[in-house]
């Protein structure tokens, strides 16, 4: 069953589908009434879905007149090197960071629906079982090779 913040992502990004730019502006109040919820189950849905490391920059203005802006920063080919993807890798990474990362990778077009998919189950089949953080540090170096080998394939 779909959480409130799951449905809240959805609307969200039908809303910048639909407008078809990468940005949306929304007022909180509308959206916490549409959905019926307080503004701080809407906070909590934008702070933990819509991150930069899932490709999304949030501004916020409070008060009666206040808006939300989203901002979908998709990675295009050429504009993220691969020195920008190892430093947000760093020497370890969750499976979740990973996870947002193949994905904006995937939808700025750098990977493909078959590439992320292999790499996102590599990382989570060579991990399982080692303890932390030694798998955090595991996860982070087979990213980077598999990134490497991926987007250096695609030139």
Known sequence: MA????IIEEHIKQLLARNGKDVIEIRRRDVAQK???????LNYGLETRFTPQRGYYVESRRGGGGYIRITRAF???????FADITNEIGSRIGTDRADALVDRLREGGLLGERQAALI????RQE?????APIDEMVRAKLLRVMLLVALHNQR
């Open 127 to 131: 991990t399982l079982g080692i303890d």
């Open 75 to 81: 990675v295009r080919r050429h504009v993220l090197t």
């Open 120 to 123: 996102r189950s590599a990382l």
């Open 3 to 6: 959480t409130l913040a799951d």
């Open 35 to 41: 959905f019926e919820c307080v503004p701080s189950q």
